[in-house]
């Protein structure tokens, strides 16, 4: 069954403290696999598309990566705006052509 | 500045009467999702059109659950009867095909609460 798994739950951290995130994931093929930013209240926002093993993708203090069975968020020198909730999903490359599998993110929260 | 715009934003009901959701897409895109999100299941597809055709509805409850696009400019997600297990938050998200997989616009969402 393709899932998604993403760690941790919750993230808090002070202004200026690098860290990752966690996406695992499982599905027969990947077709793609992208990253979104969701604050209260509000729908998901795109934020990376990544299709194959050793690509990597940056945006102000994000950089997201991909293996063959996990990706990365890396967020560098994170400032309170980037408080939010991240998500993880994947499109599985059988099945239904735009059928796209979200993990349940990980809560990220920064002091200042 | 396009936009998927759903409404209503915020419902609150009682067990039994039927809620109609709304999403007006993007103009110009051509595949729509309703997506379900609560706290323990996180977002839960439930169906998506191509081209205004249904293209997979096996994660909604047949029973009570109904999705259609009349038209190009409007989808709806349909619960009759609902039942207290349906408060959610409901998302519509659209997409351009030719853009690639995956960079879906996700409106705001519906909060439905069933009492």
């Known amino acids: 069954e393709d899932q998604v798994t993403q760690s941790p739950e919750a993230l808090r951290l002070q202004e200026g403290e690098s860290s990752s995130l966690n996406c695992s994931y499982t599905?027969?093929?990947?077709?793609?696999l992208f990253w979104y930013r969701q604050d209260p209240g509000k729908g998901p926002e795109f934020l990376f598309t990544l299709y194959s093993a050793g690509e990597e993708k940056e945006k102000e203090r994000l950089k997201a990566t991909l293996t063959k069975k996990e990706s990365f968020l890396h967020i560098t020198a994170p400032k309170p705006e980037d408080s939010a909730t991240y998500l993880c999903?994947?499109?599985?490359?059988?099945?239904?052509?735009?059928?796209?599998?979200f993990g349940s993110g990980t809560r990220l929260s920064i002091r200042p | 500045d396009a936009r998927v715009t759903q409404t209503p934003r915020h419902k609150v009901t009682e067990m039994g009467q039927e809620v109609t959701m709304r999403c007006q897409p993007i103009l110009g895109h051509n595949t729509v999702f309703w997506y379900r999100q609560t706290m323990m299941q996180g977002l839960e597809l439930l169906a998506y059109f191509r081209n205004r055709a249904p293209l997979d509805d096996s994660g909604m409850p047949k029973d009570r659950f109904s999705a259609e696009m009349p038209d190009a400019t409007l989808a709806t997600l349909k619960i009759q009867p609902s039942e207290p297990r349906d408060s959610a938050v409901y998302f519509c998200?659209?997409?351009?095909?030719?853009?690639?997989?995956?960079?879906?616009?996700f409106g705001e969402g519906s909060r439905l609460t069933v009492l």
């Open positions: 998200a659209s997409d351009l095909e030719a853009n690639g997989p995956g960079e879906l616009f």
């Open positions: 599905v027969s093929g990947l077709r793609g």
């Open positions: 999903a994947v499109q599985p490359r059988t099945g239904s052509a735009s059928k796209i599998i």
